[in-house]
């Protein structure tokens, strides 16, 4: 499989801060997303970039799949923004294709 | 409603029991899956399906067994729960037909308590 590494795994911001999460893969990919799970136990799609760099709101993305890394920033973080976010990616060869891996996700506490 | 329907959203049961999780779709994807998640280790695939005669065998599906019904209907099976398979179960849906990307999407999950 691959091996997917997030950084730091744990994270405490005050209210207006920004952040950067990181996460590092060990193969080739065809498709990578970023998701949040909010404190209720929901994932929800933040983005879906195998490549190249993406932004939506206060959140940004940039994908390096040369360099076998991605990059989630926060922007003027919120508390609302606290929850677990989770990198995840599928391969382009033999038993990785169309399944995705998991990194075991950064846990953010935005507090006000 | 939700593209990606899981039920019972909650369901506390005994050791040795059978359970059954169902997942339902309306985005008209062919492939689907189950994941579990336990605290600290993010999410594990257990099974997953390309499509209505395909079943494939994730990371962790001993003790499991699935069934894709349909199209849109995919359910997880626990044949005799033990406590450790107290978990968050998840299921997704993707597709990598017409304009569709691969990108996943989850219903929202199902959790599972087992005494």
């Known amino acids: 499989g691959i091996q997917v590494e997030q950084s730091p795994p744990d994270l405490i911001l005050q209210e207006g801060a920004n952040s950067t999460l990181r996460c590092n893969f060990s193969d080739s990919v065809n498709n990578l997303q970023w998701f949040h799970q909010n404190p209720w136990g929901q994932l929800i799609n933040l983005f879906y970039?195998?490549?190249g760099t993406k932004q939506n709101g206060r959140l940004s993305a940039t994908t390096v799949a040369t360099e076998r890394y991605s990059l989630l920033y926060i922007s003027s973080s919120q508390t609302t923004d606290s929850g677990v976010y989770f990198c995840?990616?599928?391969?382009?060869?033999?038993?990785?294709?169309?399944?995705?891996?998991f990194g075991r996700g950064t846990q953010l506490t935005v507090w006000p | 409603d939700a593209d990606v329907t899981q039920t019972p959203r909650n369901r506390i049961t005994k050791t040795g029991k059978r359970i059954m999780l169902e997942c339902s779709q309306t985005?008209?994807?062919?492939?689907m899956y189950w994941y579990r998640q336990d605290p600290g280790l993010g999410l594990r695939l257990i099974y997953y399906?390309?499509?209505?005669?395909?079943?494939n065998k994730g990371e962790i599906s001993d003790g499991y067994s699935v069934s894709r019904q349909a199209q849109a209907k995919f359910s997880l099976s626990l044949e005799s729960a033990i406590p450790n398979q107290t978990a968050l179960y998840f299921c997704?849906?993707?597709?990598?037909?017409?304009?569709?990307?691969?990108?996943?999407?989850f219903g929202e999950g199902s959790r599972l308590t087992v005494l």
């Open positions: 995840a990616v599928s391969g382009n060869r033999g038993s990785t294709l169309g399944r995705l891996y």
């Open positions: 970039i195998p490549s």
């Open positions: 399906s390309f499509d209505v005669k395909d079943i």
């Open positions: 997704a849906t993707s597709d990598l037909q017409g304009s569709n990307t691969g990108e996943l999407f």
């Open positions: 985005k008209g994807h062919d492939r």
